[in-house]
């Protein structure tokens, strides 16, 4: 890229520079700037910065090897990570050597026996969820319920109605 200083500016063509040497994804101890991830054809830095975060606030890992060796594909099944977000997964397994030839694969492979789509286990967790946001609706009506049952026996029983 030509950065002319006489055109853009020092500044301008500083913060380039310098924005272009930073790592858009970070894995544990490893980083990944645009370059390394432009040489795999991966050129979504918005989907890596998500990444990034998920994987060393949440799930804290050590470097991207841990990632693919002891990481089930299920944790990344999040609200926050799209398809997207595992592809670029798939650039750094790449850029790391792990996986052979079909990265993404064979860590779903590995994990998860046969493989499936993203979506699709996205879909299951969502369903999942739904699945016990009904439960827990119906087991907190059961237990007003009873309790309604409680309070009004207590008060009948307190004023003295319907004694027999």
């Not at 970070?26 to 998920?54: E, H, P, Y």
């Not at 990632?67 to 926050?80: G, K, Q, S, T, Y």
């Not at 946001?133 to 009873?146: C, H």
């Amino acid at each position: 890229m030509d950065l002319s200083a006489a055109i853009l500016g020092k500044s301008v063509v500083a913060y380039i520079t310098e924005r272009q040497k930073t790592a858009v994804l970070r894995i544990g101890r490893d980083l990944f700037d645009r370059s390394a991830l432009s040489k795999v054809a991966c050129f979504n830095f918005t989907a890596a910065a998500n990444l990034s975060k998920l994987l060393n606030t949440e799930l804290r890992v050590k470097d991207t090897r841990e990632v693919f060796e002891h990481i089930h594909p299920d944790r990344l099944a999040i609200p926050r990570l799209g398809a997207v977000s595992l592809a670029v997964l798939g650039a750094a397994f790449e850029v790391k050597g792990l996986g052979g030839d079909a990265p993404l694969l064979n860590w779903f492979a590995k994990h998860r026996g046969s493989p499936i789509t993203f979506a699709s286990l996205k879909h299951k967790d969502e369903t999942e969820r739904a699945k016990e946001k009904k439960d827990t609706k119906a087991r907190k009506a059961a237990r007003r319920n009873i309790a309604h049952t409680i309070r009004v026996e207590r008060l009948e029983k307190r004023s003295g109605a319907h004694a027999s």
